[in-house]
Structures are given as structure tokens and as C-alpha cells.
């Protein structure tokens, strides 16, 4: 795991944590404040644990038939 993606996935969940606890304490801005925390938290979780982003892609090489002429 790649420290970016560990920092940026901490980050995207702990803010999203925070702003689904707001929530709860903030009575006019309830479902504006979880509509902004829970994708956020998610969006997080799937960061910090995508593994596809670790895995290095074989690139092929192509052989170019020909040349000059």
C-alpha cells in the first residue's frame, strides 16, 4: 500500500466520520451535512483499500512490421 493512498483514504474517512457525527448535533442542517459525509466515507473506504492500484500493468510491446523505404 502506497503512502498517498493511505493518507488520502485516513483523511476521506475520518473527515466523513466527523461529518456524520455533526450531523447528529446539527438539527437545520441534518441531511445536508450526511449527504456530504457518507459518499465521503465511502469514497474513502475505497480508496485506502483498492488493491488494483498496486498491481503494475505489463505493457506489450508492439513490433512494427516494415521500415524505410
Known amino acids: 500500500m502506497k503512502l498517498s493512498q493511505l493518507l488520502t483514504g485516513m483523511i476521506f474517512i475520518l473527515f466523513g466520520i466527523f461529518l456524520i457525527i455533526i450531523s447528529f448535533f446539527v438539527k437545520e442542517a441534518f441531511w445536508a451535512i450526511l449527504i456530504?459525509?457518507?459518499p465521503?466515507?465511502?469514497v474513502g473506504f475505497f480508496i485506502l483499500f483498492n488493491k488494483k492500484e498496486d498491481e503494475i500493468e505489463q505493457i506489450k510491446k508492439i513490433k512494427h512490421k516494415g521500415g524505410k523505404k
Do not use: D, K, S
Open 36 to 38: 456530504y459525509g457518507i
Open 40 to 42: 465521503i466515507f465511502i
